[in-house]
């Protein structure tokens, strides 16, 4: 029978036209179909069974895997026909199935199960080791000498030393260890580990001042060892505690060079209290000598108040003479303070530094506001009555400009207030005021009252 040409129809039966043929090949795609789903899951089965007993790589990866195979399983399959291939797959296939839903759940629980067998048994803490004592001593080495014991106590030196001596220091205690804390030369700390039969009981000094003599050896630059043969330890209360100075050591304390400058110069050294020699006029302010040791007449007059056993009614017969007291100078202001004498002598007047001789004086008596002239290079002398505890001053400029050249006290010839002198020898021609002051005594800034002068210079 020919072959009908392409495009044309075979002629079957009206009945029965393409109904075997059809059926034939749906029972062939149905086998491939159910061949190859077998295929592939027991392809999947393996490889999930080998992934459950492979425990150490983890049930996470085995998880994953097995979800990504299912997953390809559902994709290759119609939805319409993954019931009739699951059934035509034989039982072997089946098996598989069960460990991968088990598999995971297995290993997360002897997971957690390790992990609460680890929360509830508490960690044991570490089990150190004892550290390694020395107990004993090695033979006894050369004495240090003066040279390798002043590289030994210098930080940043004396590396490798060892030999016999002994060190005095604080002792601490770092990683259950006794330690000797010694200053060194340069005030720099330095450490040594103490060793030795002794190293159990050390610890018990902590703080305590230590001295250990035995083999010392410097291992760096600021620390090491010494392998003790005695120690002795002391209480830090133990310390001697200086009694507080009496307050007649001030007597003792004599005042340097410096200072006795300080105690003489106007509006310094306040505040300063020692042994000391000093050189004045002696004055008297009421029934009190006062020693004015500068600035006499003005009102930066540096004075100290003479008291003690040598201040006695003696020294009434030298007031208006030089005198050198020793003794406590106690200076309270700028301006004075007291002396406690303990011995006074008496100096020769010194000369005159203007003579009076040949020389025209202009005299002015008492507190009489006036008006004076005066020639050049010539004398002007003002005399006014003290006051018990009050003494007279002018300004340290006016006195300058004026030409002031002594200021003279003189004691009364009876009992009574005496009377101070001002010798001026005016150097420049001109007009001045003057203005004395009469101020508080060792005060000068506390005025009671002043009154003036008007001075004319003529060539």
Request: aromatic residues 4%; glycine residues 10%.
């Amino acid at each position: 029978m020919a072959k009908p040409k392409s495009g044309a129809k075979k002629t079957t039966p009206a009945g029965k036209a393409g109904a075997k043929p059809a059926a034939k090949k749906d029972s062939a795609a149905r086998l491939d179909l159910i061949k190859n789903a077998s295929k592939r899951v027991a392809k999947a089965a393996t490889k999930l069974a080998k992934a459950a007993s492979d425990v150490t790589k983890g049930a996470k990866s085995a998880v994953k895997k097995a979800g990504q195979e299912k997953a390809t399983a559902k994709k290759a399959a119609p939805a319409g026909k993954t019931a009739s291939a699951a059934k035509a797959a034989p039982p072997a296939a089946k098996t598989p199935k069960a460990p991968p839903a088990k598999a995971p759940p297995a290993a997360k629980s002897a997971a957690s199960a390790k992990a609460a067998k680890a929360s509830a048994v508490p960690a044991a803490p570490p089990v150190e080791k004892p550290r390694p004592r020395a107990t004993k001593l090695p033979p006894p080495g050369e004495p240090l000498t003066k040279r390798e014991m002043e590289q030994l106590l210098t930080a940043g030196e004396g590396r490798g030393v060892t030999g016999e001596g002994s060190l005095k220091g604080r002792l601490v205690v770092t990683n259950d260890m006794p330690h000797l804390v010694v200053v060194g030369r340069d005030k720099r700390e330095l450490t040594f580990l103490l060793q030795g039969p002794d190293q159990e009981v050390l610890p018990a000094y902590v703080d305590h001042k230590v001295s250990v003599s035995g083999l010392i050896r410097k291992t760096t630059n600021h620390a090491g060892v010494v392998d003790v043969r005695k120690y002795s330890a002391k209480k830090p209360d133990a310390e001697v505690v200086e009694a507080a100075p009496a307050e007649t050591e001030a007597r003792l304390r004599y005042l340097s060079p410096g200072e006795v400058s300080m105690v003489t110069a106007a509006g310094m050294g306040a505040g300063i209290k020692g042994f000391a020699g000093v050189r004045g006029n002696l004055e008297m302010t009421g029934e009190e000598f006062v020693l004015v040791v500068s600035n006499g007449g003005t009102r930066q007059q540096v004075s100290f108040i003479i008291e003690g056993k040598a201040a006695g009614k003696a020294l009434r017969k030298h007031v208006g003479y030089t005198l050198q007291v020793q003794g406590v100078v106690d200076k309270t202001s700028g301006w004075g303070g007291r002396i406690l004498a303990e011995n006074v002598e008496l100096r020769p007047a010194e000369a005159r530094a203007v003579s009076r001789d040949e020389m025209e004086l202009v005299h002015i008596e008492g507190e009489v506001p006036t008006s004076v002239d005066v020639r050049l290079n010539h004398g002007l002398t003002v005399r006014l009555p003290e006051h018990p505890g009050f003494t007279w001053a002018i300004e340290p400029t006016v006195a300058k400009r004026v030409g002031l050249r002594e200021a003279n006290f003189e004691p009364a010839p009876e009992d009574g207030p005496g009377t101070r002198e001002f010798f001026f020898t005016p150097r420049n021609p001109g007009a001045f005021e003057v203005e004395f002051f009469l101020a508080k005594a060792l005060s000068p800034g506390l005025v009671d009252r002043s009154f003036k002068i008007n001075v004319t210079v003529k060539p």
